[in-house]
């Protein structure tokens, strides 16, 4: 094994208390969706409360309006985060288990199963108050990238969705004997550590390109053009990183070592690339009719 970082001594909660002898622990996962979404809920009002970034100074919400859509996320994501997982992931075993569906403290969340509950609260939203839904979704596409940044560092701080093995001097050796099982590597097996991929395409470039565009460009004149850009930025970014994250368990075999959900021949794709390539041709085609319908108006 070359050179390699040692996972840092991390710990998956920050605090545990006891009350009446149940213990009650508070995870950086829990803590990251937490600040994540309290940044991105300012991050909005700061939009609303700008009259001038709106075609006809207009604003799509008003501040008090957005705490309704701040409520209505927050069960999307956790309705839609675990019965993505369970529904994309691990059908089976739910299916035997269903009791074990809503213990989402015991883990098992899915991004994608979370955007579609979170898109089902922007539909809501945009309906109950008479928005413009397009607009709706421009102010959410804004707001995701620092929960997705922060929910990706609780990741690697959880040592969980790890990458594939790897010989570059910044690969990670991170711990247990599922992260060590590496056939061919003797040693310690070091791994790319995707989850920092994914924290910095995901949230922090993308994050830093809608803001700046949004704040200084004006993007909200156009709408869907912001909401496009995230659909498109976060399905290219993530199709990306899952050349370099381990495949989920599940669907790694003899015959099929690389974890592909859909196999072609030598090739394939993960469950994540089959369920962000909608993300992004959606997107693309977000982008194109918002600048279409933005020249019929200019």
Known sequence: MQAAIPFPNLSPEIFTISLFGI???????AMAYIVGILIGWRIVVAAVRRPGLWRDSQPALTAEQVEDLLTWIIVGVIVGGRLGFVLFYRPLYYL????????????????HGGFLGVVVAVWAVARKHG????????????????????????????????GRPTDLPWGVIFPGAMAQDCPGVEGLCARHPSQLYEAGLEGLLLGAFLLVMVFARGWLKTPWLTAGTFFAGYGAARVFVEFF??????????????????????????????????????GLAAIAIALRRDRQVA
Not at 133 to 148: E, F, M
Not at 246 to 272: E, H, K, R, S, V
């Open 245 to 282: 994250r381990q495949a989920d368990p599940q669907f790694i075999t003899a015959t099929n070592p690389m974890g592909y959900a859909l196999q072609l021949g030598d090739w394939g794709l993960t469950m994540g690339q089959i369920l962000s390539l909608p993300m992004l041709i959606v």
């Open 23 to 29: 213990e009650f622990a508070l995870r950086w996962y």
């Open 131 to 162: 928005a413009p839904l397009g607009s709706v979704a421009d102010l959410l596409a804004l707001s995701a990238p620092p929960a997705i940044l922060l929910g990706r560092i609780a990741n690697f701080i959880n040592a969980e969705l790890w």
């Open 96 to 111: 035997e288990n269903p009791l074990e569906i809503p213990m989402i403290w015991q883990g098992g969340m899915a991004f």
